[in-house]
């Protein structure tokens, strides 16, 4: 396969630097489409538009397909920035950005070529393995339901994982057009509303050999070494740096009012004024930083590692249990921040309710299940090698 133009700089800093900007570029529109997708249960098609123009959701693809193919860490500056503006989109810009990238990577030449002949693509996406794949000729009859499909309303594809019955590979990783599922509009959530991550079906679908790839098959996926992480690490810092940008929202936005917001039933102080706060803020602050530090220490030498194939188990459950713990963190800090801003963050349409929400919510995801310090424990007691998913 020839190289695609690629608008992309392949040194990390200027990388970096571009899709920041991208971000920049993009700001004003996320924003204003924010409260939007909140009431929609789903991205606004503001958002949509903004994601799709500036390119971020290449992320995470191949740059031989004309993806950025940037660094663990630009990722999670980038996820990070996008959060500060909406976290509804940070998360489906990421989730697609993973699928999308995901499934490129090891597809075969004529069908990556094929799908990105209509543009590059959204790909909405399951980690869990489901459903039934029944062998017939020229390929598979799909059926299954999968949860959490973040941004599956405004995808392209779907790819989900499925289990084969009969003779052939365990599992198939079946990429399919959204033309071709169906979308149940479950998402009644806690927090995360607007990222639309309603359950999705494919009922008895034909799927074409060339478009089901056998999980287990070994075969190198194109790009370097950010393509042969595999999961869960290709996915792990994407948690982390989350979280615990949505820690920094926080703080962001309880300092914010923090001057104006007076505590007391006659007169009373400001909330700036109370040293309580003043303390929350600023151990708070060191806390999300910490966080940020680990995330990317164990990001860099798990990439690291993977320089030639695939990357060292220990470092990949270390960055699991590096998400957990910004998970945590983030749950900590804004349950704290959410307290001492008093009667007005429990009202709908308060930002401190919001992001109290929405770490409620994603604590929730497989990907970053306190089960991995247990994991951890193990590798650093020297019982097992570690790097499954919990």
């Given at each position: 396969m020839s190289a695609h133009e690629n608008e992309f700089p392949q040194d990390r800093e200027a990388n970096r630097a571009y899709l920041l900007a991208a971000v920049d570029s993009?700001?004003?529109?996320?924003?204003?489409?924010?409260?939007?997708?909140?009431?929609?249960?789903?991205?606004?098609?503001?958002s949509v538009e903004?994601?799709?123009s500036s390119g971020l959701f290449k992320l995470?693809?191949?740059r031989v397909l004309g993806g950025a193919e940037a660094h663990p860490v630009t990722q999670m500056d980038v996820i990070e920035a996008v959060t500060m503006i909406d976290p509804a989109a940070a998360w489906c810009m990421f989730i697609t950005a993973s699928a999308t990238g995901a499934t490129l990577s090891v597809l075969a030449d004529e069908t990556a070529e094929s799908i990105l002949a209509g543009g590059f693509p959204f790909m909405a996406a399951s980690l869990r393995p489901g459903g039934a794949a029944r062998r017939v000729e020229g390929g598979y009859r799909v059926s299954g339901r999968w949860a959490w499909g973040s941004g599956v309303e405004h995808a392209d594809w779907v790819t989900v994982p499925v289990f084969c019955e009969g003779d052939g590979p365990p599992i198939v990783r079946a990429v399919v057009p959204t033309g071709d599922v169906i979308?149940?509009?479950?998402?009644?959530?806690?927090?995360?509303r607007g990222t639309g991550s309603c359950d999705y079906e494919l009922d008895d679908v034909f799927v074409p050999d060339s478009f089901a790839v056998d999980v287990f098959s070994g075969e190198p996926p194109k790009g370097g070494a950010l393509m042969r992480l595999g999961l869960p690490a290709f996915v792990v810092n994407e948690h982390g740096s989350f979280a615990y940008a949505l820690g920094r929202l926080a703080l962001r936005t309880a300092s914010e009012s923090a001057m104006e917001k007076r505590r007391g039933y006659v007169g009373g102080v400001s909330l700036a004024d109370?040293?309580?706060f003043q303390r929350t803020v600023g151990q708070g602050t060191i806390r999300m930083n910490a966080c940020a530090l680990a995330m990317a220490d164990a990001m860099e030498r798990m990439f690291d590692s993977a320089a030639a194939g695939p990357p060292d188990p220990a470092l990949v459950t270390e960055a699991q249990a590096a998400a957990v713990w910004c998970t945590d963190e983030a749950i900590d800090l804004v349950g704290e921040l959410f307290r001492l801003t008093g009667g007005s963050a429990v009202m709908n349409g308060s930002e401190m309710q919001r992001i109290l929400r929405d770490i409620y919510t994603v604590q929730s995801h497989l990907m970053v299940s306190a089960v991995v310090y247990e994991q951890y424990g193990q590798i650093l007691l020297g019982m097992t090698e570690g790097g499954a998913l919990p």
């Open positions: 993009a700001a004003d529109a996320l924003a204003a489409g924010r409260d939007e997708s909140e009431q929609l249960r789903r991205l606004s098609p503001t903004a994601l799709r995470k693809s191949p979308v149940h509009d479950n998402w009644h959530t806690l927090g995360m109370r040293q309580v």
